[in-house]
Nanobody
Framework: QVQLVESGGGLVQAGGSLRLSCAAS????????MGWFRQAPGHEREFVGG????????NYADSVKGRFTISRDNAKLTVYLQMNSLKPGDTAVYYC???????????WGQGTQVTVST
């Protein structure tokens, strides 16, 4: 099973940018769909975006489309979430997750806090 560790969270002003990283260890990685999710206080965890294994095809939630970009480096076993034009509504704990073979998300990281101030 893949183990995941997120990093790169922090405090940023509205309109700013952050890049989150998710480092994986264990197998499989290259064939796993990788996803980013977030959970704000008092809200359920929501899907932010994902990227397939082979082919690296991304997809995004409507709320972040055009502002966030997901990429992956299979050689480094790392997936990234580039977040631009951040809004206070993007404040949440961000989690990465792995779905082996593109199935269900089975492995989760511990999360990293992103706070966007006005």
């Amino acid at each position: 099973q893949v183990q995941l560790v997120e990093s790169g969270g922090g405090l940023v002003q509205a309109g700013g940018s952050l890049r989150l990283s998710c480092a994986a260890s264990g197998r499989p990685f290259s064939s796993s769909t990788m996803g980013w999710f977030r959970q704000a206080p008092g809200h359920e965890r929501e899907f932010v975006g994902g990227i397939t294994g082979y082919g690296a095809i991304p997809n995004y939630a409507d709320s972040v489309k055009g502002r966030f970009t997901i990429s992956r480096d299979n050689a480094k076993l790392t997936v990234y979430l580039q977040m631009n034009s951040l809004k206070p509504g993007d404040t949440a704990v961000y989690y990465c997750a792995a779905a082996p073979g593109g199935g269900a998300y089975m492995s989760w990281g511990q999360g990293t806090q992103v706070t966007v101030s006005t």
